[in-house]
């Protein structure tokens, strides 16, 4: 699953641990979503894409099967 979670975070200033502040989401957790080590919970991705600033799907592009 390809996502652009660091780029945004990093376009929007933040970061891990500030982001992290902002969706209540540990650092850790967040490092592995930008390594695509672990795939994010739905309020997980609601709570980036709000922080960010951004549909959801800016973060983590849907995949056509």
């Known amino acids: 699953?390809?996502?652009?979670?660091?780029?945004?975070?990093?376009?929007k200033?933040?970061?891990?641990l500030e982001l992290s502040y902002e969706?209540?989401?540990s650092p850790p957790d967040i490092s592995k979503m930008e390594r695509n080590k672990v795939f994010p919970h739905p309020k997980?991705?609601?709570k980036l894409a709000e922080a960010l600033e951004v549909e959801e799907e800016?973060?983590?592009p849907k995949i056509d099967e």
């Open 58 to 60: 800016k973060i983590f």
């Open 23 to 25: 969706t209540r989401i």
């Open 13 to 16: 200033g933040f970061s891990q």
């Open 44 to 46: 997980w991705r609601e």
């Open 1 to 11: 699953m390809e996502n652009n979670l660091k780029r945004l975070r990093k376009q």
